[in-house]
């Protein structure tokens, strides 16, 4: 079985990278930040970019065949760990509405900056996709 690559359409258009590999049944899910499709950061903060950064996770699991209780491991990069920690309780509420209650195992990793100097955060997962 070959690996295949997953580019949701509705996700800006990667060059250079994936949005995610399937492998059997794990998926690989690429780093996502808070990108629209016209490959811009979207305004606001900390909680709108870990909206749409997970979002843009989500929707490339989706595209897999994957859901969020699929994830087994997630690992978020921050330019601020502060100002994630501050707002944890609506990016919790997020999190919930998004992917349930259950949560993988997770890291938060502080970092100096990310790729689109604007970004605040970026998301990168591991899923493995249970047999229903």
């Known amino acids: 079985m070959s690996n295949l690559t997953v580019n949701p359409g509705s996700l800006p258009k990667p060059s250079g990278y994936a949005h995610g590999m399937l492998a059997g049944n794990t998926v690989y899910l690429g780093g996502q930040t808070a990108l629209d499709k016209d490959m811009k950061i979207v305004p606001g903060g900390i909680v709108e970019q870990f909206q749409q950064a997970f979002s843009n996770v989500l929707t490339t699991l989706r595209e897999a065949g994957g859901q969020p209780a699929d994830l087994v491991s997630v690992t978020i990069y921050l330019t601020d760990v502060d100002d994630y920690m501050a707002n944890g309780r609506e ?42």
């Not at 997770?106 to 100097?117: F, T, Y």
């Open 91 to 132: 990016i919790g509420k997020l999190w919930r509405d998004m992917a349930g209650v259950e949560y993988p195992a997770m890291a938060g990793i502080g970092v100096s900056r990310l790729w689109q100097k604007e970004a605040l955060i970026e998301i990168q997962g591991v899923a493995v996709i249970q047999d229903r």
